[in-house]
């Protein structure tokens, strides 16, 4: 009789105690459930904040290049010139250039300073330039008191020979949206622009109306570059200018 009540006892016991586990384990797993759904909200919410953020980033590291004539367009200031300095660092590259000719654009200095930090994605990119000596024909972009920096990525230096532009010094072939321009099309674009220009200029110089160049010097930076003097709100402004370009340019 004894172990008869002990046994009921016991089952008593037993379904109590998994009536009360399986309520109990309601709530928790719903509360388990809710948890795990709000994490998912925030790591979703993370991510695409993250993603927003490399915005700017991926869009810097995109290469900024166009077609010969729209190189041409893109440039404030094209010249030729002479390579008169060339110092290559680790993390930046300087060149010093005497002007001869401006063809394009209000550059008054006779001797231009460009300079470049190494980009982390391409390294120097189009930023090479010839021995000390070699003449050259520029494509810039910027202007007085906030620097100059190459009009695009890729093939903004040529080199002259002869009073033509002859070639690309480390030119690119370059491909956009199924469109293909060769080496030797960006040559062909220069020197017709060159010769078109130059003869102009010789004309004024003639007539005795050639406007003087000041002396002076000038600080020319890449692409998301600052100038060493220049002010915050330059800086801030050439880094967005470049920014909204290559989203043009997709």
Same mark, same amino acid.
Not at 8 to 20: R, S
Not at 210 to 235: D, E, H, K, Y
């Given at each position: 009789?004894?172990?008869?009540?002990?046994?009921?006892?016991?089952?008593?016991?037993?379904?109590?105690?998994?009536?009360?586990?399986?309520?109990?384990?309601?709530?928790?797993?719903?509360?388990?459930?809710?948890?795990?759904?709000?994490?998912?909200?925030?790591?979703?919410?993370?991510?695409?904040? =993250?993603?927003? %953020?490399?915005?700017? #980033? @991926?869009?810097?590291?995109?290469?900024?290049? !166009?077609?010969?004539? $729209?190189?041409?367009?893109?440039?404030?200031?094209?010249?030729?010139?002479?390579?008169?300095?060339?110092?290559?660092?680790?993390?930046?590259?300087?060149?010093?250039?005497?002007?001869?000719?401006?063809?394009?654009?209000?550059?008054?200095?006779?001797?231009?300073?460009?300079?470049?930090?190494?980009?982390?994605?391409?390294?120097?990119?189009?930023?090479?330039?010839?021995?000390?000596?070699?003449?050259?024909?520029?494509?810039?972009?910027?202007?007085?008191?906030?620097?100059?920096?190459? =009009?695009?990525? %890729?093939?903004?230096? #040529? @080199?002259?020979?002869?009073?033509?532009?002859? !070639?690309?010094?480390? $030119?690119?072939?370059?491909?956009?949206?199924?469109?293909?321009?060769?080496?030797?099309?960006?040559?062909?674009?220069?020197?017709?622009?060159?010769?078109?220009?130059?003869?102009?200029?010789?004309?004024?110089?003639?007539?005795?109306?050639?406007?003087?160049?000041?002396?002076?010097?000038?600080?020319?930076?890449?692409?998301?570059?600052?100038?060493?003097?220049?002010?915050?709100?330059?800086?801030?402004?050439?880094?967005?200018?470049?920014?909204?370009?290559?989203?043009?340019?997709?």
């Amino acid at each position: 009789m004894r172990k008869k009540w002990l046994m009921i006892m016991g089952t008593g016991i037993l379904a109590v105690t998994f009536t009360t586990a399986a309520l109990a384990a309601s709530p928790i797993k719903l509360l388990v459930n809710g948890l795990m759904r709000r994490k998912r909200w925030l790591y979703s919410f993370l991510l695409t904040g =993250a993603l927003l %953020l490399s915005l700017p #980033a @991926v869009a810097s590291a995109r290469l900024l290049v !166009s077609s010969p004539e $729209g190189t041409l367009q893109a440039a404030d200031v094209i010249i030729t010139g002479t390579v008169t300095a060339r110092e290559y660092g680790e993390a930046e590259r300087r060149v010093t250039i005497k002007v001869h000719e401006v063809l394009q654009g209000d550059l008054q200095v006779d001797e231009l300073s460009l300079a470049m930090q190494k980009n982390r994605v391409y390294g120097w990119v189009g930023f090479d330039f010839p021995d000390p000596g070699t003449e050259i024909f520029l494509l810039l972009r910027g202007q007085a008191g906030q620097g100059y920096w190459l =009009a695009r990525d %890729l093939n903004c230096v #040529a @080199v002259v020979e002869g009073g033509r532009v002859t !070639s690309l010094y480390q $030119g690119s072939n370059v491909g956009i949206n199924g469109d293909r321009w060769s080496r030797e099309d960006y040559v062909a674009a220069y020197n017709a622009f060159y010769q078109a220009h130059r003869s102009s200029q010789e004309e004024t110089r003639e007539s005795g109306d050639r406007p003087g160049i000041a002396a002076g010097a000038g600080t020319g930076l890449p692409v998301g570059q600052q100038p060493a003097n220049g002010s915050l709100f330059s800086r801030v402004w050439r880094y967005w200018r470049g920014f909204w370009e290559r989203l043009m340019d997709e």
